[in-house]
């Protein structure tokens, strides 16, 4: 059964917005309680409006009214920032199957508005109204639409936010759009709101020190062989110099587009090739993040590029992943290709009619805009210079994983323009934590006179795309950065990192069916209920009926083979496998729940509390169950002894278990007839292997006996004529 979940939310108190017709009211598939208002719509990125921009904007928990903004550019080039954002610092994440969404209590928006753009025109929901196919960029253009676009945010589309507070944020690619974006704005004297910061994460602000970066890197990761080290380090491949540190190697290196490099065919170039490439089973994106499966890692290429002949990106992703803290990379580009590309979603977040109409494909990435991109821009310094002459009262970060465009190749780049631009040397280098834990390292440049401060942050696990691998460190770091309290990533004031589970929607409408334009018959049905968000005046979504309907949907229904199995011979696979699928369909993203890590301190919700109920409760299911074991008691006690609400739960869990076991048993009465069925066949085989033996016999016997006789009559001849002949 496919389900949808549509949500019609209206929330009290919202401030009002001048084009209210981009408030996003039905959002399919979300599960629980929001308290935010969420707008969605078309941003003119030209004079003429043909270059139309989709933009996506989650209003702040606290006080939209007053926080500030940040202006979130992906990638690539080519890749949506709306796609990438459900896979990272979204208030939501896509569930598995890509039907619904579930919550992320580290979504960017809980202390700022959180404004996202599609970008450049051809990516994502962002088109051109005169060619549809549109798919040509180069630096200078795409910071142009920017602006503009920018500019129509400001002026038309949400016109509460002029005057504002804002920031610039963005990953890899947007180390070239942002500071090209920001040194015209910042050169924009009326520009209409008030620019406050930059944040560039992981990006391609200088690809020569950045390849160099990664060479030294990868040697010391132990992909360099020390034999091949010490020739990247002699005359033949390093200038003379004693600190390998300086070499040049980029000069070995050949590149189509200014952004792709592999070696070329010196020595040097040969020994560079494999650094300069993905290897196979392996996380692009994040090199120590083992994601695994029985298939190949597509890894080359990541996210960064999802040409349309690679068929659907979910092939790009593994299935699993030993991330302790509930990395999302492995499986969530493929749910969230299939999400947005649910026409119900799409007419949800307002996109344009005529991207309806052409019934036009959203890809994580467009393969044509990166394949035809113009880059010229290989280096960020002009841009940082520009910025920095116009600008004061500004705060300027750059983050860094642990892989691609990485930390070395960053912060040397800040390094070299921190004097020229009356930058003081850089303050002690200081750890931060996040809940106790070492979250990374920072350090901070400053222009006294102009109070222009540059921080090198790195988040400790990250990888290329640190908001999926650590979403927790990641959500602090950047509520530090716009808040500027003090060159203190750690602080926490005001800001909850322990972020509990919002409830879960209780009033449910469930529509049985693909799409509005699906042909087959569907179904809905209502479960009303009382709501516990005050904001929230009506509200459509999975009850707690529906919400463990769909967790035994998944969890038994339809892998009862494999429960089964594990249940009998692996017990402790059958739990592993229990957990994660329910972090995976119900979602928390901050931690993996399993029995020993459910204690008082941790924070606790009835989701939470259904959880714990059915790892405890499964593995004790029978056939022949009248009544709750007592292990269902005993975790009842357990849930409330934690402060969750077992009611929801607790009224339909038994007949829900049972139906389950009934659908179990069917299936599994059909497998011992499909069992009889092949053993019936196996006997009738075997009975015509014995009807071809017994033929076989017969005509073995038969043929001998016609041997021996054509024998006889053969001696008797002979010896007649040898008669015959005598006489």
């Not at 001048?18 to 969420?38: A, H, I, M, R, Y």
């Not at 090209?180 to 994460?201: N, R």
Request: proline content about 5%; charged content about 20%.
């Amino acid at each position: 059964m496919i389900w949808r979940i549509i949500v019609f939310a209206s929330l009290s108190g919202v401030i009002g917005a001048e084009n209210s017709g981009d408030l996003v009211v039905d959002l399919p598939g979300v599960l629980f309680q929001t308290n935010f208002s969420t707008y969605s719509g078309v941003l003119y990125a030209n004079v003429e409006q043909t270059w139309k921009m989709q933009y996506l904007l989650f209003e702040s928990k606290s006080d939209p009214s007053t926080d500030p903004l940040i202006v979130w550019y992906s990638g690539g080039p080519g890749c949506s920032g709306i796609s990438e954002v459900f896979q990272e610092h979204a208030p939501f994440y896509v569930t598995g199957d890509g039907g619904s969404l579930f919550e992320n209590v580290f979504g960017w928006n809980a202390k700022a508005n959180f404004l996202i753009v599609d970008s450049p025109i051809g990516v994502g929901f962002s088109f051109d109204s005169n060619n549809m196919s549109y798919s040509e960029a180069d630096d200078s253009q795409t910071a142009q639409q920017n602006y503009v676009a920018l500019k129509d945010f400001f002026n038309r589309a949400q016109t509460k936010y002029k005057g504002r507070e804002f920031f610039i944020a963005g990953v890899s690619f947007a180390g070239v759009y942002i500071p090209m974006l920001s040194a015209i704005i910042a050169e924009d004297d009326s520009f209409p709101a008030q620019f406050k910061g930059l944040a560039i994460g992981d990006g391609l602000i200088h690809v020569e020190m950045l390849n160099n970066a990664l060479i030294l890197w990868s040697f010391y990761h132990g992909r360099i062989s020390l034999k091949d080290w010490e020739t990247l380090k002699s005359k033949e491949c390093c200038d003379p110099n004693p600190d390998s540190d300086s070499c040049d190697w980029s000069k070995f290196l050949i590149t189509r587009n200014g952004f792709d490099f592999e070696g070329d065919n010196t020595t040097c170039g040969k020994i560079l090739q494999p650094i300069m490439q993905a290897p196979e089973h392996v996380n692009a994106m994040n090199y120590y993040h083992a994601c695994y499966d029985n298939s190949e890692f597509k890894g080359s290429q990541d996210r960064t590029i999802t040409l349309s002949s690679r068929g659907n990106p979910a092939e790009q992703f593994n299935r699993d992943s030993t991330d302790s803290l509930n990395g999302y990379s492995c499986w969530s580009g493929g749910p969230t290709y299939v999400y947005l590309n649910n026409v119900a979603v799409q007419k949800a977040l307002n996109v344009d009619q005529q991207f309806l109409d052409a019934k036009k494909e959203m890809g994580n990435c467009n393969g044509d805009v990166y394949e035809q991109y113009v880059f010229s821009n290989p280096d960020m310094r002009p841009y940082f210079e520009r910025i920095v002459a116009k600008v004061s009262n500004f705060h300027i970060l750059i983050y860094n994983g642990d892989a691609i465009c990485n930390f070395l190749g960053c912060a040397k780049f800040i390094d070299s323009i921190a004097k020229p631009l009356s930058f003081s040397d850089p303050e002690a280098r200081e750890r931060w934590y996040f809940r106790g834990a070492l979250a990374g390292f920072y350090q901070r440049y400053r222009n006294e006179q102009k109070n222009i401060s540059m921080d090198v942050t790195t988040i400790n696990g990250g990888g290329h795309l640190s908001p999926i691998d650590r979403p927790g460190p990641t959500f602090l770091m950047i509520n530090n950065f716009i808040r500027d309290i003090s060159c203190n990533y750690s602080n926490t004031d005001e800001l909850d990192v322990n972020p509990q589970l919002s409830p879960l929607l209780e009033s449910v409408q469930t529509t049985t069916g693909t799409s509005e334009e699906s042909n087959s018959p569907q179904t809905t049905t209502e479960t009303s209920g009382k709501s516990n968000s005050p904001q929230t005046t009506t509200t459509t979504s999975k009850g707690a009926q529906e919400y463990c309907n769909l967790l035994f949907e998944v969890l038994i229904m339809k892998s009862r083979v494999k429960l089964k199995f594990n249940l009998e011979e692996r017990p402790g696979g059958h739990a592993r496998f229990l957990v994660g699928n329910l972090a995976l369909y119900c979602g928390e993203s901050s931690r993996r729940l399993t029995p020993d890590t459910l204690v008082p301190d941790k924070p606790t919700s009835t989701l939470v509390f259904c959880r714990f109920l059915l790892l405890h409760f499964l593995p004790f299911i029978d056939s022949k169950m009248t009544e709750p074991p007592p292990e269902y008691s005993e975790a009842i006690r357990t849930g409330i002894s934690l402060g969750a609400n077992p009611s929801q739960c607790e009224a339909n869990m038994i007949p829900l278990l049972s139906q389950a076991v009934l659908d179990q048993s069917a299936t599994i009465v059909k497998l011992e007839k499909q069992i009889e069925l092949q053993n019936d066949e196996i006997k009738l085989l075997k009975a015509k292997v014995d009807d071809l033996q017994i033929f076989h016999g017969e005509r073995r016997r038969n043929v001998a006996l016609e041997l021996f006789c054509a024998l006889i009559i053969f001696f008797f001849v002979v010896a007649f004529i040898r008669l015959f002949r005598t006489r």
